[in-house]
């Protein structure tokens, strides 16, 4: 099994809403990954947790809050979000070492009205 | 700082013909290079990757690249194109310290005409 699953495939959102993302996997990686990507631009790295602990996290505005409650499953916690967040929100799996091959999810259509 | 360009927005080739996408690099230390392809409304696809030896790689569906140190350069090529290729192709570079963060190039369009 070398799936990334990711839930809903589709938000809309209004800006004072709170929606959650969720990601999961089943190939026992110990890394994961959250990507935005807007349209006709390559994923841009949000967060990255490494056995469940949060191991980078590239200056992401408070209102994205990332949770890894175990290591198969990794949230995207979304609070007041503007509508330039309207994106692609990708999510990844690897395993811990040299040769991080990542495992993309099919990403979750987010828009931000 | 690392970087990876991609210098053509897109590739147009006819069916059967070989095609080849092109991809330039950055890094500090040794690099690790990967190609990923995306189809539309879906996530990227692990195609094929460089880490160190042969500087021919293969990699899924016939998909090749040549690694090339003195040009820094990581082309991905394929011997006959077919129409199910096209889709939007992402050279990937990282270092071989930072194990976790990889940058995208901005992505080729590949489109195969029948």
């Known amino acids: 099994d070398t799936e990334v699953t990711q839930t809903p495939k589709h938000l809309v959102m209004g800006m004072t809403n709170k929606k959650s993302l969720k990601c999961e996997q089943h190939m026992g990686h110990r890394a994961m990954y959250w990507y935005k990507q807007k349209a006709k631009k390559p994923p841009e790295l949000m967060f990255v947790?490494?056995?469940?602990?949060?191991?980078i996290n590239e200056s992401v505005p408070s209102r994205f809050s990332p949770e890894c409650p175990n290591s198969s499953l990794l949230n995207l916690h979304l609070h007041a979000l503007q509508p330039e967040d309207s994106a692609l929100y990708l999510c990844?799996?690897?395993?811990?070492?040299?040769?991080?091959?990542?495992?993309f999810g099919a990403g979750t259509r987010l828009s931000v009205l | 700082a690392q970087s990876v360009a991609q210098p053509e927005d897109q590739v147009n080739v006819a069916e059967g013909n070989p095609l080849t996408v092109k991809c330039t690099y950055s890094?500090?230390?040794?690099?690790?290079l990967f190609w990923y392809v995306q189809y539309p409304n879906r996530g990227l696809q692990f195609l094929l990757k460089y880490i160190t030896g042969d500087n021919l790689v293969k990699g899924s569906y016939g998909f090749e690249a040549e690694f090339n140190k003195s040009q820094t350069s990581f082309h991905l090529k394929k011997p006959s194109a077919l129409v199910s290729d096209s889709a939007l192709y992402f050279c990937a570079v990282r270092d071989d310290r930072g194990y976790q963060k990889v940058t995208f190039g901005i992505g080729t369009k590949l489109q195969v005409i029948p």
């Open positions: 990844a799996s690897s395993q811990v070492g040299e040769v991080n091959i990542q495992y």
């Open positions: 947790y490494s056995y469940e602990k949060l191991s």
């Open positions: 890094v500090s230390g040794n690099p690790y």
